[in-house]
């Protein structure tokens, strides 16, 4: 039976776009610890890393719906 009034968000990370227990919210986007990882490892410049600010501007592309 569930107490209070928390409310279960779903976490779907804005990069892997999978739903991950855990995570941080980067301003309101989800970030799976996973791909936290990553991004830290990765240096600006790498395919890897234009992949991840490409996920961001997508998710904050429509994240935008009072523009
Ligand atoms: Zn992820």
Redesign the pocket.
């Known amino acids: 039976m569930k107490v209070g009034g928390e409310v279960e968000k779903s976490r779907r ?1 804005v ?4 739903e ?1 227990l855990d ?1 941080y919210y980067l301003c309101s986007f989800f ?2 610890l ?2 936290e990882r990553e991004i830290v490892h990765t240096e600006v410049g790498q395919p890897a890393y234009n992949r991840f600010i490409q996920q961001l501007k997508k998710a904050m592309s429509s994240f935008e719906i009072y523009s």
């Open positions: 990370c990069i892997c776009e999978e991950k995570g970030i799976c996973e791909c």
